[in-house]
């Protein structure tokens, strides 16, 4: 056992040094500041050998060894002990502060904020990570410093088919901007009229029915499906409608009124609308024993363009007068008029997406395209498009429409709305291109020309892919004959 008094004399003649806060289990001894440079200095000539690494390469660690430069340090809660008011140190910190040194090097970054930390939790790391662009992985090597470049994936362009898949010789389609000769059904059948007779087309089997012969003093006006059911509405030469049962080839019943012909008819669940020379527009209940339940006047001209909305609570009109008018379920005087067009207005369309949008089509003198908001009676826009607007058609699968033209380029266009950026240019038809129907699944529109030609054309893509064609007629090539 140690004498006391030698040991206070040792005491007394040894410098004095800074007293260590170390825990009670801990001896002041084995960790005494004045050892501690001896016992590490080994240590840190081991860790500090060939440390000094080039900013320039990535340094990767052997995977059973951590990598320093990408383990957080801060886990191991060692930092810094703030100085003291006089300016001396606590002991704790000087601990600290050594203690790191010797485990992780003289170059250990201090603990930092914890606001600045990143939300892990592992210490150690395996290999320094790097930020890399999607774009270094190009072999083009893009430089992401150029001003006014997107580096965001850009979306390739929808292609559209630039020539019809399937064309019908239709003999005896007439060249009358006026008529509405062609319709296509929900349950995938194609009307046309040629002539004095109406023909269907089974867009399915390619079958083709005479459905009716009016007679050699009469002929086909329009042709009008109803939205449901087999029932298809013929508007005559003679003022006439007639109701056909087309399951069963059986007309249903003639309704009278018109005093002239019938060139636009539009459904309304059991309400049908049909349009005449007269400058009249008639509203017919097909469950009433009436020929017609109301009759709407404020046209000067003929009637050529009738279309109800979605909703089937609004019916625009378009006429030779060039007007545009909008009428609801109980009106006799139109409710909203439209006077901008400078021609003749058979272009009408209401939008599938967005209550109240309706876009119409003005003839040789106007050639625009026109879009209104019927709830808050506002002009939209306006498109001139360098020829006669004959149809409008609306997608509902994709936010587009399909207009057909006539004087002078009789061409197809595909245009996004709003934007109304040209998507394609479809032509062949060698006259105006007059009728326009849409096949029920969206994706297939058929146009009818004065060439005696009908074309089907896959525009729009499907409501789910939108590289899926349409089953329409796909199985079927080549030209054919509707009758």
């Known amino acids: ?135 270094s992985l190009s072999p083009f090597g893009l430089d992401e410093s150029v001003p006014g470049i997107s580096h965001s994936p850009v979306k390739a362009p929808r292609k559209v088919p630039r020539s019809p898949y399937k064309v019908l010789d239709a003999p005896a389609l007439q060249d009358d901007f006026y008529l509405n000769l062609v319709d296509w059904s929900s349950n995938n059948v194609l009307a046309v009229g040629l002539g004095n007779c109406v023909y269907l087309w089974n867009a399915c089997s390619s079958k083709v029915t005479k459905l009716c012969d009016l007679g050699i003093d009469d002929s086909v006006c329009s042709v009008g499906w109803a939205q449901r059911g087999t029932h298809l509405a013929v508007g005559t030469s003679h003022g006439k409608v007639q109701i056909w049962d087309a399951s069963r080839c059986r007309r249903v019943r003639t309704m009278e009124g018109h005093r002239l012909r019938v060139g636009a008819l539009a459904w309304s669940s059991s309400l049908l609308s049909s349009g005449s020379r007269d400058k009249s527009i008639l509203q017919r209940d097909i469950r009433a024993q009436d020929d017609f339940v109301s009759k709407l006047s404020g046209h000067k001209s003929e009637v050529c363009g009738l279309k109800w909305s979605y909703d089937n609570r609004e019916l625009a009109s378009g006429g030779n007068d060039n007007k545009l008018f909008v009428w609801n379920q109980h009106s006799t005087q139109p409710v909203l008029k439209y006077c901008e067009h400078t021609a003749a207005v058979k272009a009408i369309a209401w939008s599938p997406h967005l209550h109240g949008l309706l876009a119409s089509g003005g003839g040789t003198a106007d050639r625009c395209i026109r879009f209104w908001n019927t709830t808050t009676n506002t002009h939209l826009s306006c498109m001139d498009t360098g020829s006669q607007v004959c149809n409008l058609v609306w997608s509902k699968n994709v936010n587009e429409l399909v207009s057909t033209h006539g004087y002078s380029q009789n061409q197809i266009i595909v245009w996004r709305y709003p934007t109304m950026s040209k998507l394609a240019t479809l032509t062949g038809h060698t006259y105006r291109v007059l009728y326009l129907a849409i096949s029920p699944d969206g994706q297939t529109i058929v146009t009818g020309a004065g060439d005696e030609t009908l074309r089907f054309w896959n525009v729009f893509p499907s409501p789910k892919s939108q590289n899926t064609d349409s089953e329409i007629g796909a199985s079927s090539f080549g030209r054919t004959t509707i009758r």
């Open 1 to 135: 056992m140690d004498d006391p008094t030698i040991s206070n004399q040792r005491n007394q003649s040894a410098p004095s040094t800074p007293c260590l806060n170390l825990p009670s289990r801990m001896s002041d001894s084995s960790l005494h500041l004045e050892n501690l440079p001896s016992r590490t200095m080994h240590i840190n000539r081991m860790i500090n050998s060939n440390y000094n690494r080039s900013p320039s390469r990535t340094i990767y660690s052997d995977r059973f060894i951590p990598s320093r430069s990408g383990s957080n340090f801060a886990l191991f809660d060692i930092s810094n002990s703030p100085t003291s008011a006089e300016g001396k140190e606590d002991g704790s910190g000087t601990y600290n502060s050594l203690l790191r040194a010797a485990l992780f090097g003289p170059d250990t970054p201090d603990k930092k904020d914890s606001s600045g930390l990143p939300a892990c939790r592992n210490i150690f790391r395996f290999k320094t990570e790097t930020k890399r662009s999607l774009h």
